[in-house]
């Protein structure tokens, strides 16, 4: 009888064996003609994840080269780890979740989830990848109250409860909550790793459960923390990519430590994906980031010094991209980006100030600052006419977008808007013409936002002009990110402009947890976030009657297991987003420049640009681009 890795590679006598149905569907492809080659390379599991880019418009590439590309500082290389996109289950091109680190996995009404690890399957060190690694992970980690203070992650939570974790086998693992539990998968999915797992065979040696006294003493005062827990968080960094030492599932794995001019990246030798020819991707040897300043991102591209760019360069550059792709050997790709609205205002419904928090609150306040804005003219001077105009809301083409959830309350009407601020107690006019506030101060919107934000710096020059038209004074203030997050977590900005929704093309299945009061990064109600996720320890108790619609919507979908149900609680969300204006998108759509050297494939020509959920361009599989030129394949050996 034939060993299940017989099975899957064929027999011998030289002829080739296709895969069974079943079998395709464990490595997470249904192509059925797949075949693989007799003998496999080293240091795969015994049933790897077979990846078809044929399936996808690309082709088998071949192995070798470097990518370079560019960061503007060394914590930013962490988003490798975003666009490589390895998950334990991650979406397809269809937005369907589907194993992909796991060989398998069952759900049982949305509260039990079986996962099923490949046999065989190994860390980048060559130490086995099994159940102790999701064990160590939650009893030693997530559930220590030195490591985790405030207990799990509330994805990890259903009910306000963890789950009842079991160890099956070597290759098995159950998480069993008494409620469903319908945030679990799409978390594990999300550009950013949720990391249910670590290298407990690396990570032991920095736990105090784990590590002679003495010994963890002296790794504590070497590393000059204050205490093992720290010395533990700082060196439990797989998604950072900032500890070389720290194994990894990815593809790449970093080779040196920051600080640094030039990190450089390695192909991991037991990755557990190949090509249907049984190559072992990922492609390409190594991923290269050369530190530079993000104002220097555009020409560095353009001088041909990059081979794969794209955050950190915007629709601005699109002009200067273009003129170097001649002469440096490189093409300009245009993806248009998934983003509710690429510039949003927030008016603060939690603002400090008594007098703002009233004004914010009114609904006609808030649909007169709406139809107050030209989104025509704001389109034709920052987006060269080519984005979307309308709301903060889902992009056209997502299984949820209604015309409505764009349009409503977003066309440009001066009259109207000016008939709202008096019907909003705001007819009375000081000098210039500005309106006063119910105090008799100036209606001056300070309006805040990120110091280096320079598209919505502009948007606001454009609204500020629009809004004096209807009687508003508008006052720009540019600031450092952690000082603006800080504040809106303290409730002091009366409003911020900020990019819109992260994920402008959920499905169903996807946590509505952006359109909901329940996150403290949300700047129009950062204090009912922060009351949320602190269980009540700081923060605020929604007070509203609509928000607090939202809040028992996003409780239902979070106990519900039924598509249909959960998309309707979808429709009503958005539905109300679109009435109630609670952030006032402006226009979306705008393109993302990505530059590519020529002659590495597999790279889609048009696709959609978005963080959720195609992780930058994650979803399409950075593993399997490859360098056509076999100049370009001529670094480190494959």
Known sequence: MLDRRQMLW????????????????????????????????PGLPEEPLVYDPRLYGGEIGMRGGRI???????????????????????????????PDLLRAFETEGGRAFTFHLRKGHRWS??????AEDFRYWWQDVAMHPELNPAGPPMFMLAGGKPPRFEVIDEQTVRYIWDDPNPRFLPTLAGARDALIYTPAHYMRQFHERHTDKEELAQRVLSAKVRSWAALHNRYDSMGDDANPKMPTVYPWKVMNPAPASRFTF????FYHRVDP?????????????????????????????????????????????????????????????????????????????????????????????????DRNTLNNALFFGLGTEGNNTVREGSRLFEPEYRTRYAQYDPVKASSLLDEAGLAARGPGGIRKLSDGRILEIVVEVEGDATIEV??????????RDIGIKLFIKPQDRTVLRNRSYAGLPVMIAAPGLDNAMPTAQMPPTGIAPVNQD????????QFIETSGRSGEVCDMAMPIRLLALYDTWLKSVDVEVMARIWHEMLALHAD?????????????????????????????YSWEPTAMFGLYRMDAFFWETPERRGGKPS
């Not at 402006?586 to 597999?602: D, E, H």
Request: proline letters at 6%; glycine letters at 8%.
């Open 458 to 467: 502009d948007a606001l020059q454009l609204i500020t002009e629009f809004w």
């Open 266 to 269: 390695s192909r991991n030798p």
């Open 68 to 98: 370079v590309s560019l960061a503007a500082k060394a914590r930013d290389i962490r988003y490798l780890s975003t666009m490589s996109y390895t998950r334990l289950v991650g979406y397809d091109r269809n937005l369907d979740l589907k």
């Open 580 to 608: 109630q204006q609670w952030t006032i998108g402006t226009v979306s759509g705008a393109l993302q420049p990505i530059v590519l050297r020529n002659g590495l494939r597999n790279m889609p020509e048009e696709a959609v």
């Open 522 to 529: 949300n700047y129009a109600w950062a204090k009912w976030g």
């Open 10 to 41: 064929g027999i011998s006598g030289g002829a080739a064996m296709a895969l069974t149905g079943r079998e395709l569907l464990q490595a997470g492809t249904c192509h059925a003609s797949t075949v693989l080659p007799q003998n496999p390379p």
């Open 125 to 130: 060190d060559g130490s086995p990848f099994t």
């Open 277 to 373: 020819t049984g190559q072992q991707l990922p492609y390409v040897d190594e991923i290269v980031f050369d530190i530079a300043s993000p104002g220097l991102f555009a020409a560095k591209s353009n001088a041909g010094e990059v081979d794969l760019m794209s955050r950190g360069l915007v629709m601005a550059d699109i002009p200067v991209l273009k003129q170097g792709e001649l002469a440096h050997n490189y093409r300009t790709l245009m993806w248009p980006i998934a983003r509710g609205s690429e510039v949003a205002l927030y008016p603060n419904l939690t603002a400090v100030d008594p007098v703002w928090r009233a004004l914010n609150r009114d609904v006609r306040f808030r649909r007169a600052l709406s139809l107050g804005i």
